[in-house]
Nanobody
Framework: QVQLVESGGGLVQPGGSLRLSCAAS????????MGWYRQAPGKQRELVAG???????RYADFVKGRFTITRNSAETTVYLQMNSLKPEDTAVYYC???????????WGQGTQVTVSS
């Protein structure tokens, strides 16, 4: 089992910044990739950013240059620094951990990000 707890969401004005955190616990040794997804009402869940165990980051095109995914050295916390936020960034943001042995995806409870004036 892997438990993921997100924090850092909230209300921010367009152009503002937020930093999301995802704290992982449990069988962390099984995790080989972690990332952030988001889901807006009526929309499919979509990848925002991911980071592999070797530290390689990847981003959706719509956040490149604005968002940065990082992790702590112990690989127990993943962060998503979100800058230049736009109203279309409004969504519930979910932390994801991909594990193996057995293969399974774990999800956090989600944290709401609202970008509005």
């Amino acid at each position: 089992q892997v438990q993921l707890v997100e924090s850092g969401g909230g209300l921010v004005q367009p152009g503002g910044s937020l930093r999301l955190s995802c704290a992982a616990s449990g069988d962390i040794y099984r995790v080989y990739d972690m990332g952030w997804y988001r889901q807006a009402p009526g929309k499919q869940r979509e990848l925002v950013a991911g980071i592999s165990k070797n530290g390689v980051a990847r981003y959706a095109d719509f956040v490149k240059g604005r968002f940065t995914i990082t992790r702590n050295s112990a690989e127990t916390t993943v962060y998503l620094q979100m800058n230049s936020l736009k109203p279309e960034d409004t969504a519930v943001y979910y932390c994801n951990a991909a594990a193996m042995g057995p293969r399974f995806d774990y999800w956090g409870q989600g944290t709401q990000v609202t970008v509005s004036s």
